[in-house]
């Protein structure tokens, strides 16, 4: 490994789930291949890696259920899959040699074992599936590094229940009312600094690992899609047929530290990728119509909406993951810019 890279220091079933998924945790499309391009004519080798964005988390059936991979929720209808599929449409063949994207996941499993919980084993570092012949890797990683799931527990008294959404705030002492003023400042702020700076360096190590590994490969890093619309007051209406609020107890005053943290996520993964010569896919701006508080319109399923995955017999609800709209946009605009990167 190059000396350059840097290192860097209930139910029981909802439980079981969303350790996974959580870790810790339309609009236009984009621009295609220009006038005239030719498509590659041979299949190119692919890797797909990435956390439960990438496995997509919460769609039915599961690839590998039988498996220890079972516990990735990896969706065999996932955004890569529906992309590769897309594209081979277009004369574009993906010769997908693993998509090692696990739920759970963060950056720097990219390089280390990640251990299922619960004993469930673990799962060997996603870059060993990366080939000398590889010439596409693409996937997200970065919002269970910066801890997600544990700002959305300190914002959410429902969600510290212990049958809800495993895992610790980043301050129980702390009010989930005062989730606003603790992000803001001290402590609060503090660790979200901390975090953001972490996941910076992990994603840049990451980058350069792709190249080390598969040295000829397109490096395409995926943002996330956007959870909290501007409009917050949005989010104050239940989606259709539904009777928890898109964000459940969180209150409307500190829906936008969640978007905030987002964002400024966005920005960082937009950075690196760009610091390393990768490419960036910015779902964040893409999917401002189709937030988790759209209503019919969502890409996004509520933290308490039940998702289409079923364990023991339990509907387990979708965590703020991408729904099946979701998944076909993720999968849209990740189809536009590989086929842009391969013609150019």
Known sequence: MSSAMRKTTTPRTRQLAAAIALGSCLALAAPGSSAGAAAPADPVPTVFFGDSYTSNFGIAPVNNQDSERGWCFQATENYPAVAARSLQGKGITLDVQSDVSCGGALVHHFWQKQELPFGAGELTEQQDALKQDTQLVLGSLGGNTVGFARILKQCSTKLREPSLLPGDPVNPDSPAAECKTFFESGDGKEWLDYKFEQAEDE??????????????????LVGYPRLVPQDTTKCLTAAPGQSELPFADISQDALPVLDQAQKRLNDIMKKVAADNGADFVDLYTKTNSNTACDGADRGIGGVLEESKLELLGTQIPWYAHPNEKGRDLQAQHVAATIETVLNR
Do not use: T
């Not at 994603?203 to 395409?220: G, I, K």
């Open 203 to 220: 994603l840049d190590q990451a980058l350069q690992r792709m190249s080390y590994f598969s040295p000829d490969a397109e490096r395409v």
